[in-house]
């Protein structure tokens, strides 16, 4: 069992920046995987950036150079910088957490860009 806690969402006008934190407790040593999604109202959730347990990490096109996913091990916690925000970055942000009893999804956090 994973329990996920996110924090950091807000309104920001754009080319702001905000920081995502995402507190993992319960099973952590298990988790293999760990990644940030977003959905945009009407459309399909779609994965934003994911790192592994190994460190290595993948971004989408759209965020490449302006996102930057990272961890902390000490404090068990996942952390999406997000710089240069556009109004399409707008969306529900869900952090995950892989696991080989199951997937994990926090409550989901508002993001929203807009002057």
């Known amino acids: 069992q994973v329990q996920l806690v996110e924090s950091g969402g807000g309104l920001v006008q754009p080319g702001g920046s905000l920081r995502l934190s995402c507190a993992a407790s319960?099973?952590?040593?298990?988790?293999?995987?760990m990644g940030w999604y977003r959905q945009a109202p009407g459309k399909q959730r779609e994965l934003v950036a994911t790192?592994?347990?190994?460190?290595?990490?993948n971004y989408a096109d759209s965020v490449k150079g302006r996102f930057t996913i990272s961890r902390d091990n000490t404090k068990n916690t996942m952390y999406l910088q997000m710089n240069s925000l556009k109004p399409e970055d707008t969306a529900v942000y869900y952090c995950?957490?892989?696991?080989?009893?199951?997937?994990?999804w926090g409550q989901g956090t508002q993001v929203t860009v807009s002057s």
């Open positions: 995950k957490a892989t696991h080989p009893f199951g997937t994990y």
């Open positions: 790192i592994f347990s190994g460190g290595s990490t």
């Open positions: 319960g099973s952590i040593f298990s988790i293999s995987a």
